[in-house]
């Protein structure tokens, strides 16, 4: 009882901090913008084993899921922001268990990292992609359960490390590869088999492929049956919330 | 069980350094008890293990029965922090600063109104509580964080350096509440200080502790009792060659220097003073300056620790009472 409670406080207080920076909701609009409009544009591949779909349709749910992978990748500097500023301190001492801290922190980060992605969702009709209520109300669980996994990443890796400069470096180093090797950018289905096969270990391949099932709907033919891929993204978020839980409870 | 804390060969080293050196300290329920030591004699370091924040390197400690090696979070329930350094959260109010706080204890929604109004006017921040904390000024955000402190009412209140950087009204409230805070059942301090004046005004013992381990133990009126006698302050520039001069004299128990300062502890101070300047002025040494008072806490730290406290950085006494000590035992 006691412990929800402190999950729910420590949720809101993300929440919180993230609806008042309002330049990084702004910002928040551009980059996607940025990939869709321009990169999109630019590169007018054709998408093999589909011939309805445009180039800048086919990358609309992988810039999504870009965007869920870098805001959860960069939350993880909150947790070293807070231990700078001394936050974390009051955190830790409180009667609510290390567990719990890191779920409230978890499910904090992956809420601002969802309402990023619902904000690139929204803009599909920039792109001539119609979001309809119940494409919104399918992918809205998927980006949640894709976001877990991801901002368990950035919190592990934050807990490790103490320096803001040194997370930035690691982040690249972590963002990048899951992104290229996604799928988000260019189909898996016509690649060499050790790009496939690289692209199988990457958890975000498997939340990209079914977010881009779910939004371009009968013109997109998946890699994997959809609940597969579910299933996998549910067994990696598993998996990461019990490193993540490990990492921030340890004690010097 | 008439103690709320005790600690058995409490150590933490960090490297080389060992900051908390087999620390025993028995803390009685309902106590004010004080930590005082300069700058890195261990006095966070020890706080931080009893409050489980760090984890002992050997021995261990029981906080209100609870082992703070094996049950941190039943340790972690009975007791409230104030640390030295901020910890508040700059991009909420203070009022939900307050709110989280006490949600994070699990204080009821009713009583949490109460209790916030309460700690609010206490530190005077009741017309600012609804502003974001990055407005306040730091003074503002430590008294935040003392309200926040007091808002649970835990058993054990650890009080790192509570009114570092306050202003006299601030901390003339802050020390009220404190004391009273002291009285109400149930409620064990720990406060660790550098203020000779907080510590003596507050504390119903003290340990002095330095390099991680404890000097001295005692109630403040039986240290300043223990330290028999007077203290002359002389300041002048020839302030080695007059200290020479008092050792070959045996005129005084105790000599430390500080610059062109010298502090004496002597028997008698109205009897040993006109024959200090009486026989600085044979010598042809220039006097500019003299006092005499009561010992405070202030000379008990420099007795037993060989080092005054200057909470503002700035000088410190050395040398002469360290070489003293060793000849003294």
């Not at chain 1, 920039?126 to 309809?132: E, F, G, L, N, T």
């Not at chain 2, 028995?26 to 261990?42: M, Q, S």
Request: with cysteine; net charge positive; charged share 20%.
């Amino acid at each position: 009882m006691s412990e929800m409670r402190g999950v729910y406080t420590l949720w809101l207080r993300e929440l919180k901090r993230y609806t008042r920076e309002r330049t990084r909701i702004v910002s928040s609009f551009f980059q996607p913008i940025l990939w869709l409009v321009v990169f999109g544009a630019a590169i007018r591949l054709p998408i093999s084993g589909s011939t309805s779909l445009e180039y800048q349709q086919f990358i609309f749910p992988g810039i999504i899921g870009q965007t869920l992978l870098f805001t959860s990748m960069f939350m993880g500097i909150s947790v070293i922001w807070d231990r700078e500023f001394g936050f974390l301190k009051e955190i830790l001492v409180s009667p609510i268990s290390r567990g719990s801290i890191f779920l409230g922190k978890m499910l904090g980060a992956s809420t601002d990292a969802v309402i990023q992605g619902i904000i690139v969702l929204l803009l599909g009709f920039v792109i001539r992609v119609p979001v309809s209520a119940v494409i919104f109300l399918q992918a809205l669980p998927l980006m949640l359960l894709i976001t877990f996994g991801l901002v368990c990443i950035g919190l592990s890796i934050a807990s490790f490390i103490s320096s803001l400069e040194s997370f930035g470096a690691i982040q690249s180093f972590v963002n990048l590869p899951l992104f290229f090797l996604s799928g988000a950018l260019f189909p898996l289905s016509n690649v060499p088999s050790w790009l496939l096969w690289v692209s199988y270990v990457n958890p975000l391949t498997y939340g990209v492929d079914a977010l881009r099932t779910i939004i371009l709907g009968s013109s997109w033919t998946p890699l994997f049956p959809v609940h597969y891929e579910v299933l996998t993204v549910c067994a990696f978020d598993a998996a990461m919330i019990l490193i993540g839980t490990f990492a921030f409870s340890r004690r010097k | 069980m008439g103690y709320i804390i005790k600690t058995t060969d409490l150590t933490k080293k960090f490297g080389n350094l060992t900051a908390v050196n087999k620390l025993n300290i028995t803390v009685e329920r309902g106590e004010v008890f004080g930590l005082l030591g300069p700058n890195g004699a261990g006095k966070t370091t020890a706080i931080s293990m009893l409050s489980t924040i760090l984890k002992p390197t050997s021995g261990t400690a029981t906080v209100n029965g609870f082992d703070i090696v094996k049950q941190p979070a039943q340790v972690r329930k009975s007791i409230g922090m104030v640390f030295q350094d901020p910890s508040v959260d700059d991009r909420l109010t203070g009022r939900e600063n307050l709110v989280m706080h006490a949600n994070l204890y699990g204080v009821s929604t009713n009583e949490q109104k109460k209790r916030i109004k309460a700690v609010l006017r206490l530190v005077e921040l009741e017309d600012r509580a609804d502003n974001l904390l990055r407005t306040y000024s730091s003074g503002m955000r430590r008294r935040l964080e003392i309200a926040r402190g007091l808002i649970h009412y835990p058993r054990v209140l650890f009080l790192d350096e509570p009114t570092i950087g306050l202003d006299p009204q601030t901390r003339e409230h802050i020390w009220t509440y404190i004391s009273e805070l002291g009285k109400r059942e149930d409620i064990t301090v720990i406060l660790t200080t550098h203020y000779m004046e907080e510590a003596d005004r507050l504390c119903d013992r003290i340990a002095i502790i330095d390099y991680g381990r404890i000097v001295v133990l005692d109630a403040p009126q039986n240290l300043k009792e223990k330290l028999e006698g007077e203290i002359i302050t002389v300041k002048t520039k020839d302030a080695e060659r007059l200290s020479e001069k008092l050792r070959e004299a045996k005129l005084v128990e105790e000599i430390a220097a500080a610059g062109d300062r010298l502090r004496l502890k002597v028997r008698s101070g109205h009897t040993i003073l006109p024959r200090i300047v009486e026989m600085a002025a044979s010598s042809g040494i220039y006097i500019e300056y003299v006092s005499l008072h009561e010992p405070d806490l202030g000379d008990v730290f420099l007795h037993y620790t060989g080092r005054a406290i200057r909470p503002e950085g700035g000088e410190e006494y050395h040398g002469f009472t360290a070489i003293r000590r060793r000849q003294m035992r």
